[in-house]
């Protein structure tokens, strides 16, 4: 897509954002069955369906997508997403890698140390470019880019996130 394809398309979007704000309030949802094969969850995704379980080193066999890899490739994809976008408003060419890892320490989630923290610890978020754009663009794009990047955004946030117990037909 380029640039005018893109600004075209964004600006009656954020018109309209500006004139009724509500409409600039959306709902995603994400959707998994527990019950499959082992211990495992199902997630659509819209595209595909995500067979994920439980990582190596927590007792899993490697088969299935980790929680945590996911979290990281979302990351990952939204930075990715993100920074092609403000590249494109800004009229620069830009190729490369984006790569997300995290360290957490499993033995929180294996209940083996109380005092172990549950979740990651630390994520570094590396962008390897390819570009002709001066060093102080380039610094300019990562900065908008982290700056509108929903899940490094949310990451970084104290975000509340309530759970509940819905009863299914089988629980009532």
């Given amino acids: 897509m380029d640039r005018d394809t893109l600004r075209g398309r964004q600006r009656p ?76 408003n800004h009229g620069l060419a830009v190729a490369g890698t984006i790569r997300a890892e995290g360290e957490l320490d499993v033995r929180g989630t294996l209940g083996v140390d109380p005092e172990a923290p549950v979740g990651f610890r630390s994520i570094r978020l590396a962008f390897e470019l390819d570009t002709d754009a001066d060093p102080q663009a380039v610094e300019g794009l990562i900065a908008t880019t982290e700056k509108y990047c929903v899940v490094l955004q949310t990451l970084r946030s104290a975000l509340h996130v309530e759970t509940v117990l819905e009863r299914s037909a089988a629980g009532s």
Avoid: F, N
């Fill in 13 to 88: 979007l954020k018109q309209l954002y500006r004139e009724q704000p509500g409409a600039g309030t959306i709902k995603l949802s994400a959707s998994g069955v527990v019950g499959g094969e082992g211990i495992s969850c199902s997630v659509q995704t819209g595209r595909a369906l995500v067979a994920a379980g439980l990582h190596p080193a927590t007792g899993g066999d490697g088969t299935m997508a980790c929680s945590g890899d996911l979290l990281l490739q979302a990351l990952v994809a939204c930075a990715g997403v993100t920074l092609a976008a403000v590249a494109t």
